[in-house]
């Protein structure tokens, strides 16, 4: 069986704040990863991340999941939580 494509969609993009620590020219991002199964759009997480100015990811050099979905079921970070 083929593995379903996974597309990266951007929902929110702005310059990072100069508190984050990242070099300027930096984004702090909202991206989406979905997929299409059965004809449907389904979200399979949500993340956060800093992408700088050479397209690589900052911070810990990962993005900060926010939602993930699978088995059926969406998990959700707690807001505060560590």
Not at 56 to 82: C, N, Q, T, V, W
């Amino acid at each position: 069986m083929q593995s379903p494509d996974v597309m990266e969609l951007v929902q929110e993009s702005a310059t990072a704040p100069d508190s984050s620590g990242q070099p300027p020219g930096t984004l702090s991002q909202i991206v989406q990863y979905s997929t299409v199964i059965d004809g449907q759009l389904v979200k399979l997480a949500l993340v956060h991340r800093y992408l700088l100015p050479d397209g690589a990811i900052g911070a810990s050099g990962l993005p900060d999941p926010k939602m993930a979905f699978h088995d059926g079921i969406i998990y959700l970070l707690e807001r505060g939580a560590h």
